[in-house]
């Protein structure tokens, strides 16, 4: 067999996953808090104030990451519910639901954050702007599909039931956008533009790129430790996870 | 063993869903009750001047048919489920798809259709502005059976849950935006003399598809909850 | 220093949505790890009664 079949084979088997990630993590959460605080530090230290909003700008630095992490977790977690209703993989419901809360996590963050930067922006904490608003059923879709896994009892069937939810967010989503912008400009003109193209220069533009980076580590951390407790709990029958049981006992 | 035709089946599930309900007859009033307490609700938050009332009259019955709707989702396969005959339904010969669609439609005459012919009376309650009235109806009528296509998707996802009416209404209402923003903005534009058809077109054909794949997704969502 | 810390005036919100940011993304973290915890606690409850229920038909 090709290699890299055999390799993904290999990926798909719970034990396999469970060591590799393992491996991985302290990698990934090094990446993390390393690109975290160069980002950081390049966006809140070295980048100049912008000439219209001064520091508060800097909020970019963790809103607009967020944002971006936001949706592509949500594609991450339909693409993997795809996978897990075609052709029931199982190491696929895991990876879904596993990045279904960390997914809320972003959204919030990005919600918070920009509420945060429109109060000294535009005076006000809310406006029913439409990415705001699309950034806000996005929440909801992903807490449904949160609640939907936790709320029936077989933990496969859940997968698959709270995949395919996510499934149909991921068409709602697009509609919800284009409808909340054509309802907008129904009731009032120009939305407040936050920042032209022109307006950002490399020394802001870079620290935001290695933020939207560090983020997709961040991410992939999190993905990996709760998908490999989550793999533990849904095998706990097996031997490998007994295994593992007893050994963190001796060790503990 | 013969199954007999799906036409065949499609009709006996009507008759046999129409003549349940008319055993029940009473409560099939009940989502219209609820929509008029909740339109008497908002002049006792609001006030009673006719000019602010008349002003969010349309968004108001829009919102409460949206409600009345939600409430009413949860029964659309409860007695079913609770009486064994939605898995013969999932068993049978005929594509599930087809007989789901045939539910659904049951479902709205009965409990949107009601709704639909009330709707001119919780106008009258608001001081709804006479023009407006024939594009509610009509946004009413290409929207509720949207509602109900949309919201049976999520039923069939919840169907196996003693206790699902909050959760219900979380994955449904997301879903429901856009088909509310475009019909309160069809109503909108009525309010301010501008044309109308561009709104109501797009509900013709969020209808439309909706008509399509909602039966279809249906019947996959119960037969992952059936699983 | 502290003019830094002022963020010209914005310093609550900037560092608001610091904070936000790390304490989110700290549940966020924390949360497999408690999980893990209490799955393994569990799981070695189990294999500790199945052990006894063997010795006692033994």
Redesign the interface.
Known sequence: MNPLVLWFHKLGSPPYFYRLAGRLLPWL?GLAAIGIAAG?YGG??LAP?DYQQ???F??IY??VP?AWMSLFIYFFMAVNGFIALVWRIKLSEILAMAAA??GA?FT??CL??GS??G??MWGTWWTWDARLTSELVLLFLYLGVIGLYHAIEDRRQAARAAAFLALIGIVNLPIVHFSVKWWNTLHQGSTVKLFGPSLIDSRMLWPLLIMAVATKF?FA??LL??A??DL??LE?GKDW??Q???A??TSA | MSHGTALGACRALIVRDLALLWRRRGDALNPALFAVMVIMLFPFALGPEPQMLGRIAAGTVLVALLLAGLLSLDALFRSDLEDGSLEQLVLSPHPLPLLLACKIAVHWLTTALPLLLAAPLLGELLFLPPQVLGTLMAALALSTPLLSLIGAVCVALTVGMRRSGMLLALLVLPLYVPVLIFAAGACDAAQQGLPVAAPLLWLGAALVLALVLAPLACAAALRISLS | MSE?FA?????A??W???A??FV??G???A???V??RR??R???G??KRAQKRNEESA
């Open positions: 959460w950081l809140l230290v104030p001064s520091d508060a800097r909020i963790i809103h967020s809360p960390v996590a919030f963050i918070a954050t945060l930067w109060k000294p961040a951390a999190s430790s709760r490999r407790v533990l709990e706990s996870a007994r593992i049981a007893l963190e006992e | 830094f963020m010209g005036g914005y310093g919100y900037v608001g949505s610091l936000v940011f989110v993304l549940i966020d973290a949360a497999p790890l999980k893990r799955v393994l569990e799981l070695r189990r294999l």
